[in-house]
């Protein structure tokens, strides 16, 4: 037995009977074609606003990162400053002491020759009183000759000590050892031989050459004006300059500016040294005259025996030329070496304490007076 299907209508059917829905037909486009223009630029224009939004932001966040270290290099740069005039006035000070010293010395030179003067005026006088002296008292010719030796003597004793005047010294002494000889008594050998031993002593000393020293001060004061000073080079770093780009490839320029911001955030600088700052004028002035002054200083207290300040000037000159000045320089690298050898050489006067034919004249005069008295 066979199914037979049976048409059953839609009055007919036992469902609820719905109205049917006509769906609207869509206009699919072709999933080729591209969007529109309009779109494009309006992301675009969104893209460049966030760009420049972000831009701004980097900016405002380097200015408020980067305003310290800007006071803070002010600031630096106002210490510099204060540390230079420091430095200026200080110069200028030691220039005022090392212009008093000389001073002080010239005057103590001018004193001493005024001594000296009133000491040649009194030895004068003294002469002459025991030249007349000794005509009334002494009668023979021995203790005139013995008078005569004993201001030999004292003239020599006086070259040695006031004037520094080896040869002369030298000089009187065999003076009064030909004085002597001319006496022919051999009570007299003790001093003659006293005074023999005075002239060995004098002769082995070594006078310093006051001519060389002066020469070779003189000769540095004059090269002090050619000598190059110690600056600081100041290289200006060269800002790479970023391409501009095509408005097309933006990318490419977002990058190059990204890196030229990095570059530019961070910019190291090596620091310079207070002596290494950059001197005006008047400080390269001030210096080379300092360093003038201080070997001015030297050579007179060589002239004058004095080697304690000789030292101390000559140190305060190496200390000045290796400070401000270039030390690589030729010019500089010789005078120091002139300097140091200078240090090496002795500018104490080789005096003895007391001359020993002073102390047996005076035992021989004595003995002749008490001779001549009985």
């Known amino acids: 037995m066979t199914d037979t299907p049976v048409a059953v209508t839609a009055s007919e059917s036992p469902l ?6 006509k769906e609207p037909i869509k206009n699919e486009r072709p999933k080729s074609e591209s969007p ?14 966030l760009l420049n939004i972000a831009l701004v932001g980097a900016i405002t966040a380097a200015v408020w990162w980067l305003w310290p270290q800007w006071t803070t290099v002010q600031q630096q740069q106002l210490q510099l400053q204060q540390l230079q ?3 200026t006035e200080q110069a200028k000070l030691q220039l005022q002491q090392l212009t008093e010293q000389v001073q002080q010395q010239l005057a103590l030179v001018a004193d001493q020759q005024k001594q000296q003067q009133s000491l040649d005026l009194q030895q004068q006088q003294a002469l002459v009183q025991l030249q ?3 005509k009334k008292q002494l009668s023979n010719g021995r203790t005139w000759q013995l008078w005569q030796i004993q201001q030999l003597l004292q003239l020599a004793g006086q070259k040695i000590w ?4 080896m040869p002369a010294a030298l000089r009187l002494l065999q003076g009064a050892e030909q004085q002597l000889a001319l006496l022919q008594d051999s009570s007299m050998q003790p001093l003659r031989q006293a005074i023999q031993t005075d002239l060995a002593e004098l002769q082995k000393s070594t006078v310093p050459d006051l001519a060389k020293i002066q020469l070779a001060l003189t000769s540095l004061r004059k090269t002090v004006n050619d000598l190059p000073l110690r600056q600081s080079e100041r ?3 060269e800002t790479p300059v970023v391409a501009i780009a095509a408005e097309a490839d933006w990318q490419s320029t977002l990058i190059q500016h990204w890196n030229s911001f990095w570059r530019s955030l961070v910019h190291v600088r090596p620091t310079q040294p ?3 700052s950059v001197l005006t004028a008047g400080q390269q002035l001030s210096l080379r005259n300092t360093l003038q002054q ?5 050579e007179l207290a060589a002239m004058k025996y004095q080697p304690e300040l000789y030292q101390a000037a000559l140190q305060q000159a190496m200390d000045t030329l290796q400070r401000y000045f270039a030390a690589a320089d030729p010019q500089v690298s010789s005078a120091s070496e002139q300097l140091v050898q200078l240090a090496g050489l002795a500018v104490a006067f080789p005096a003895p304490a007391a001359l020993q034919s002073t102390a047996v004249l005076d035992q021989v005069m004595r003995q002749s007076m008490v001779e001549s008295s009985q």
């Open 274 to 276: 207070e002596d290494l």
């Open 132 to 134: 007349l002296e000794s």
């Open 162 to 165: 006031l004037e520094q005047d």
């Open 16 to 21: 609820p009977h719905e109205p049917v829905k």
């Open 235 to 237: 290289v200006l770093d």
């Open 36 to 49: 529109r223009p309009a779109k494009t630029g309006r992301a675009v224009a969104w893209l460049s606003l």
């Open 294 to 298: 201080q070997l001015l200083l030297a």
């Open 85 to 87: 005039q420091q430095q």
